[in-house]
């Protein structure tokens, strides 16, 4: 169902997000992120010329995480193609903090801790968020064909708990993960 009518409105400004996961020859993930922000009108800016005219991006930007399937991050990659200030590109080297680190519980509040504020870029580290998110969903069937065919390696599912529908107590837990189901079992009488 999509959303309601609005009120009468003028459109103002669009930020894009978009991701893709790759999965490469060697075995590796690519997971890409690119965020833009445009505007409907002429803003001015100095470090543009003096002027970002509508329908140029004020962002565009892109970050690249190499990942292997147990979601540890072998190489980091990150540009700003397009700012408003000239300055900012030269912060997109700091992102390769990440090396090393693994996509997993605790992932919002790593990226936090390495780049909020003026150790990063507020808009590289928002798409940190959705590049996550879509690693696992690239990432799916592969680590269930590794699992199915290495029973010692399956273990619960990362994804349980992590919302109202994956809850261990409930339905659809039951349904396709029952050896994890936490919930009590009704009885009829």
Known sequence: MPLSTPAPRKHIHTRQVHCVGYEREDGLWDIEGRMTDVKTYDMKNHDRGGMIPSGEPLHDMSIRLTINLDFEIQEVEAVIDYAPFNLCPSITEVFKKLEGRSIGPGWTRITKNLFSGTQGCTHLMELLGPIATTAFQATHLARTREAESSPQKSSKPVMLNTCHALAD???????????????????TE
Request: charged share 25%; proline share 5%; no cysteine.
């Open 169 to 187: 107590d409930g339905d659809v837990v039951k349904r396709f993960w029952p050896e994890h189901y936490q919930g009590t079992a009704q009885t």
